[in-house]
């Protein structure tokens, strides 16, 4: 038998994998922080698009202001989307990014049709408000595993949703 002729320029195999991570929190508190997360990005991303297809409906006196507000919105939650998923990711876990997955895990319901002006205001604060009581349910797993990186993304998240939520319904008085 033939010996075969060695290879020149062969790129080594790696010979270990990734290591195991190893941040300080163990597997089973970052399952139960990611699984929180996930339901927060899912809620994020389902009033994404309800804003922006609001952006892109508005009608009536108000249009201009409306309009803009919800640009400003949903700008936002678009950069909030991808800090929320790269937290999961961090914490070693895939994010959701499939639409029936973000169905199954958001509390956000969907509006069918075109709401009026201020009926889109309206949905919109109760959505606010539904991903501000979502991130409130994430703080107790990531506090007692002394995750202050999630800590501080769920704070940061919960002073959007309130304030945009006080916002909006200071335009329904």
């Known amino acids: 038998m033939a010996?075969?002729?060695?290879?020149?320029?062969?790129?080594?195999?790696?010979?270990?994998?990734?290591?195991?991570?190893d941040i300080g929190i163990d597997t089973?508190?970052?399952q139960r922080i990611a699984d929180s997360l996930a339901h927060v990005l899912a809620d994020?991303?389902?009033?994404?698009?309800?804003?922006h297809a609001f952006h892109w409906n508005v009608e009536g006196p108000m249009f201009n202001?409306?309009?803009?507000?919800?640009?400003e919105q949903y700008t936002e939650l678009w950069n909030a989307l991808d800090l929320i998923a790269e937290r999961i990711r961090s914490l070693?876990?895939?994010?959701p990014g499939t639409y029936a997955?973000?169905?199954?895990?958001?509390?956000i319901e969907e509006s069918p049709g075109?709401?009026?002006?201020l009926e889109m205001v309206r949905l919109l604060v109760k959505g606010h408000e539904a991903v501000a009581r979502t991130a409130r349910k994430g703080f107790p797993a990531a506090e007692k595993a002394g995750?202050?990186?999630?800590?501080?993304?769920?704070?940061?998240?919960l002073q959007v949703h309130e304030k945009t939520a006080w916002m909006l319904r200071s335009l329904l008085q």
């Not at 994020?44 to 804003?51: A, C, E, G, Q, V």
């Open 114 to 117: 075109v709401p009026e002006a």
């Open 44 to 51: 994020t991303y389902s009033l994404y698009l309800k804003t």
């Open 92 to 95: 070693g876990f895939p994010a």
């Open 147 to 157: 995750d202050e990186s999630t800590v501080d993304l769920l704070t940061q998240r």
């Open 3 to 21: 010996s075969r002729p060695a290879r020149k320029n062969r790129i080594p195999r790696p010979t270990t994998r990734a290591p195991q991570i």
């Open 28 to 30: 089973r508190d970052r």
């Open 101 to 107: 997955e973000f169905a199954r895990l958001t509390s």
């Open 65 to 71: 202001t409306l309009h803009l507000m919800f640009m």
